[in-house]
T-cell receptor, first 118, second 115 residues
Framework: GAVVSQHPSRVICKSGTSVKIECRSLDFQATTMFWYRQFPKQSLMLMATSNEGSKATYEQGVEKDKFLINHASLTLSTLTVTSAHPEDSSFYIC??????????????FGPGTRLLVL | AQSVTQLDSHVSVSEGTPVLLRCNYSSSYSPSLFWYVQHPNKGLQLLLKYTSAATLVKGINGFEAEFKKSETSFHLTKPSAHMSDAAEYFCVVRSNAGNNRKLIWGLGTSLAVNP
């Protein structure tokens, strides 16, 4: 149980285009999902907290107009990188916390999406 | 405020020898602590977690960690390393104050296991 999927697993795009990444909780409902960014050989950096039915909360220094987050249902959150540039190339990881119950202590992570902007 | 420090960026052990990955934390409130493992090209996997129950926590794959409040430490150990343990390990802290579920991540420790 507690499986989180991400799609696509990797994407290559041209500079200036937009890319959408999906994060789904497959067997549980998640009121809250998180989006992280990880640079090579570095730790995870929290970008934003996504709450179902409300606006995402962005961390300091993360441009909300550049990284659009939509959490339309209890099992799906999307991250859209708008007008992508080479410096946006990174590994993007989402996680989800089950709604209620003892398991809300734990975040379950997706496998990540590797974005390469040419 | 919460923070977490992984004292070693890289640890190298021989197969069959013990593993020790060190982690110290800082938290204003009683924290929850986690260890995650990240294998190359795979997603993060939860090894174990401490949430104010038993201070010695047993996880998957033979790993365990002990919460020591007096030392503000949560070191990860395994009696005998296996080649498949080679990966990146992250110590993570979460404050239990309020409804903030944000995790604070350590910088990671890369574990190499030599034959």
């Amino acid at each position: 149980g507690a499986v989180v999927s991400q799609h696509p697993s990797r994407v290559i795009c041209k500079s200036g285009t937009s890319v959408k990444i999906e994060c789904r909780s497959l067997d549980f409902q998640a009121t809250t999902m998180f989006w992280y960014r990880q640079f090579p050989k570095q730790s995870l950096m929290l970008m934003a907290t996504s709450n179902e039915g409300s606006k995402a909360t962005y961390e300091q220094g993360v441009e909300k107009d550049k990284f659009l987050i939509n959490h339309a249902s209890l099992t799906l959150s999307t991250l859209t990188v708008t007008s992508a540039h080479p410096e946006d190339s990174s590994f993007y990881i989402c996680s989800a916390t089950p709604s209620g119950g003892a398991t809300q202590e734990t975040q379950y992570f997706g496998p990540g999406t590797r974005l390469l902007v040419l | 405020a919460q923070s977490v420090t992984q004292l070693d960026s890289h640890v190298s052990v021989s197969e069959g020898t013990p593993v020790l990955l060190r982690c110290n934390y800082s938290s204003s409130y009683s924290p929850s602590l986690f260890w995650y493992v990240q294998h190359p090209n795979k997603g993060l996997q939860l090894l174990l977690k401490y949430t104010s129950a038993a201070t010695l926590v047993k996880g998957i794959n033979g790993f365990e960690a002990e919460f020591k409040k007096s030392e503000t430490s949560f070191h990860l150990t395994k009696p005998s390393a296996h080649m498949s343990d080679a990966a990146e390990y992250f110590c993570v802290v979460r404050s239990n104050a309020g409804n903030n579920r944000k995790l604070i991540w350590g910088l990671g420790t890369s574990l190499a296991v030599n034959p």
